[in-house]
């Protein structure tokens, strides 16, 4: 299975893939993170940036999960290959759209087991994610015209 989701962001491509190409700054996209960022290294080519996270799945249930950049085209497109209890691949994609932005992310996680319902209700899981952290990322994105901060 797999999940899709695309958003414009009235911003330059540049600002948009410059914010998301450092996973420190993804918490930032919810006014209460469930994604606590614990440790990444973001090397000037892109690939080989990796990350450690902590997310936060239900209240009480935290999960500790590990991905790098296997693909990086600036401007374009980062492939992010993860590792949890489930594992798979998320592809970005960014677009010049009118004077903003199309991100695209496209998630083909898995469970570890290849078990349908599993599978099933991750890709739920990652729809539900999208929807609730996309609109905040466009607000930081288009809040302002100075360019995307990377988070302390």
Known sequence: ??????VHIEAPVEKVFDFWKDPRNWPRMAEKSPVEVTQAY???????????AI?????????EY?????????????????????????????AAEG????????????SFWRLWPFDTLIDRVERLGYE??????RELLE???APAKVAS
């Open 1 to 6: 299975m797999a999940t899709s989701y695309s």
């Open 143 to 145: 809040e302002s015209g």
């Open 99 to 110: 004077s903003g932005t199309r991100l695209t992310m496209h998630g083909e996680p898995r």
């Open 55 to 63: 997310f936060t799945l239900l209240p009480g249930i935290r999960m």
């Open 66 to 94: 590990f991905g790098v950049f296997t693909e990086f085209v600036p401007n374009e497109r980062i492939v992010d290959k993860v590792s949890l209890a489930f594992e798979g691949t998320w592809t970005y994609t960014f």
């Open 132 to 137: 609730r952290y996309m609109p905040r990322l």
């Open 42 to 52: 973001v090397p000037p080519e892109g690939v080989g940036t990796f990350h450690v």
